[in-house]
């Protein structure tokens, strides 16, 4: 064994606190925790000084245990997904409000714990998930269940998205009125035949038409308020749709809406216009119309809803509206995080005019 002269083998010295690093840079605490914690608070040369300097002397940052003491919070949000984690990375519009959400928290040095709601039970390993959280930011489910009776009995705050839940703040999209806008422009070229492919309108996981009876028990809910905007539409501009012509898509997918679609385009009457309840469904239905030689537009007219980068990039290109995805993640994290005014907000969309259903 080598000799050594002990030195190696010394016990470290103590661990330098905050405090004896600002005094021996002479500056403040709150300037070295900025320079960790908020870059946007100090001019980069400053911040890289403080850096430099503390990588010299050995000082690794302030304790974010210490931190989440002193102040009560640990930095983490909580966002619970309506569904399966897997399918809100896959599915376009959650991936865009994910996207958002985490813009933000990026910038505040912020992180995420996801939860699905299909998930969540009272077991100890949510519990402990749960302690971790400085509050929640619930997206898009109905409001029911066991999930939502543990965010209402809980005590931290939650700001809830595309959606209405007890008197949470909440970010939503006029759905009503991007439909009906989207139906009013279609409707103006006269179409013959009109059907609807809505998105999750039963309690099912089965494409099928929908009876009269089996309707609209969910008034608040993204699929019945963009449904409502069609129907309004259609009666507004004279005509009769029965629920038979309205089918449900269980899930925004293209396999199961690229079912809807055929068994509604080998009805009779042949549909001459398709209101869809998402893109995704619109772009199935493409897909469909294609593979069973109806050209759109000249013998069918099409028209989506969300306004998905794939929309712009299809031929034809498809007419649809396009809702802030993105947005409604960064303002749902910017209310959480205290950063604006705690109130509900309603986002406008855009009617894209495309090739699906172009002007007149």
């Given at each position: 064994?080598p ?16 405090k004896?690093?600002?005094?021996q ?24 000084r403080i ?64 939860f ?9 390993k ?75 309108l ?15 028990d969910e008034?608040?809910?993204v ?29 925004n997918?293209?396999t199961?809406?690229?079912?809807a ?12 216009l ?5 893109d ?12 069973l ?22 031929h ?14 960064r ?20 009617l ?9």
């Amino acid at each position: 064994m080598p000799e050594t002269d002990g030195k190696d083998l010394a016990a470290p010295g103590p661990k330098l606190t905050i405090k004896d690093v600002a005094r021996q840079l002479g500056v403040s605490t709150a300037t070295v925790s900025n320079a960790f914690n908020r870059p946007d608070q100090l001019s980069e040369r400053l911040r890289q000084r403080i850096l430099g300097e503390c990588q010299r002397i050995g000082y690794a940052g302030p304790s974010a245990a210490a931190r989440n003491l002193r102040t009560g919070r640990s930095g983490i949000v909580g966002v619970v997904l309506a569904e399966s984690l897997r399918y809100s990375f896959i599915d376009p519009v959650a991936s865009q409000f994910l996207a958002g959400v985490s813009e933000v928290l990026d910038q505040r040095h912020c992180n995420m714990l996801l939860f699905s709601a299909l998930e969540m039970d009272a077991s100890s390993k949510h519990r402990l998930q749960e302690s971790m959280v400085d509050g929640y930011i619930v997206y898009g489910f109905s409001g029911k269940g066991r999930t939502y009776q543990r965010l209402l009995q809980q005590p931290k705050r939650v700001v809830v998205v595309d959606l209405k839940m007890g008197d949470y703040t909440s970010v939503n999209v006029d759905n009503y009125s991007g439909a009906r806008r989207s139906a009013e422009h279609a409707l103006a070229h006269n179409p013959e035949h009109v059907s609807i492919l809505g998105l999750k309108l039963l309690a099912t996981d089965r494409v099928c038409r929908v009876r009269d009876n089996e309707l609209y028990d969910e008034a608040s809910s993204v699929a019945v308020s963009r449904l409502r905007g069609y129907l309004d539409a259609v009666q507004a501009s004279g005509r009769m749709l029965s629920a038979e012509r309205i089918w449900n898509v269980p899930e925004n997918s293209h396999t199961l809406a690229y079912q809807a679609a055929r068994e509604a385009l080998l009805s009779a009457p042949r549909p001459t216009l398709l209101l869809c309840a998402s893109d995704t469904i619109a772009i199935a239905a493409l897909r469909a119309a294609l593979q069973l030689g109806i050209q759109v537009p000249q013998m069918l007219h099409i028209v989506g809803f969300d306004g998905i980068p794939e929309a712009s990039i299809l031929h034809p290109t498809l007419t649809t509206v396009s809702q802030q995805s993105e947005e409604k993640g960064r303002l749902a994290a910017r209310i959480l995080l205290g950063e604006i005014e705690d109130k509900d907000i309603l986002l406008p969309t855009e009617l894209v005019i495309g090739e699906s259903c172009p002007t007149l």
